[in-house]
């Protein structure tokens, strides 16, 4: 546990982190926050680390060196006594259900029907009873505008549907922490503004802290707090959106902008 004084612990904290595939360095002795209710956006050239951040959070890949805290909480390593452990796969797993993530390719069951995958997980990892799941599903069917798919199979809608369905499902956890990897990098164009305008609204109605990859930089602008600029796995330059998009300082992140922004 950090000894940071209550209500200033970061949601989200990377100290020293470093992620290797091989001889390759994907993440070099990261280090940011992400305070409670902020949403950060990461963008930044593909391969430059941005989405091992998120699979790191997920517990999708482990990291090579360095410290993750979700609310203080040691997510992968701790200090115990004279030397360094793992956490305990029970209280990472504890930990690991305040994170919910949208991937880019939905990652939905296709053998279930819309319903069956939004209650699923909160079922099996939270207790609910199937009532009390059915019930927040149906609240969120609502939210994200598909109340009438409930009980459609999921092979049967369309991509963006699909995507409104997984925002649902990974809503259904109560997460405090939302993770967006890239979410309408796999729809057509003519669909993405529904998925974002989704988005928009999980930001401007709720408290959740999150953290997104993306190249819609307009909606990016809209939705974030901070921007953070990657390259070689590193963050070059952070800034307000107003800031990041209208006035970066460095080279790079000038030369990134001007070429997804035309």
């Keep these: 546990m950090t000894t940071t004084a209550p209500g200033t612990v970061p949601a989200i904290e990377f100290r020293d982190v470093v992620k290797r595939f091989g001889d390759h360095t994907v993440l070099d002795g990261l280090s940011f926050s992400v305070p409670r209710g902020q949403r950060v956006t990461l963008i930044g050239p593909s391969g430059s680390g941005k989405t091992t951040i998120l699979r790191l959070l997920m517990t999708l890949e482990e990291l090579s060196d360095g410290l993750i805290l979700i609310d203080g909480d040691p997510y992968t390593y701790e200090y115990l006594g004279q030397k360094w452990a793992p956490v305990p ?128 930089m307009q909606f990016a602008r809209e939705v974030s707090d901070r921007v953070l600029m990657f390259d070689h796995g590193r963050i070059i330059e952070e800034a307000d959106p107003e800031t990041m998009f209208t006035a970066p300082s460095h080279p790079r992140t000038q030369e990134f902008l001007k070429a997804v922004l035309g």
């Design 89 to 216: 796969e029970k209280r990472r797993r504890e930990v690991r259900k305040r994170v919910g993530m949208v991937f880019q390719q939905f990652n939905l069951f296709p053998n279930m029907t819309v319903l069956e995958n939004i209650i699923e997980a909160p079922m099996h990892v939270l207790g609910l009873s199937k009532h009390e799941a059915v019930q927040r599903a149906e609240q969120l069917l609502e939210k994200v505008g598909m109340p009438e798919k409930r009980d459609a199979r999921c092979t049967d809608l369309s991509g963006g549907q699909q995507q409104r369905v997984a925002i649902a499902r990974a809503l259904a956890m109560d997460p405090e922490i939302l993770l967006l990897d890239e979410v309408t990098s796999a729809l057509d164009p003519e669909i993405v503004a529904d998925v974002l305008a989704v988005l928009r609204d999980v930001a401007q109605t709720t408290d959740i802290t999150m953290l997104l990859v993306t190249h819609e």
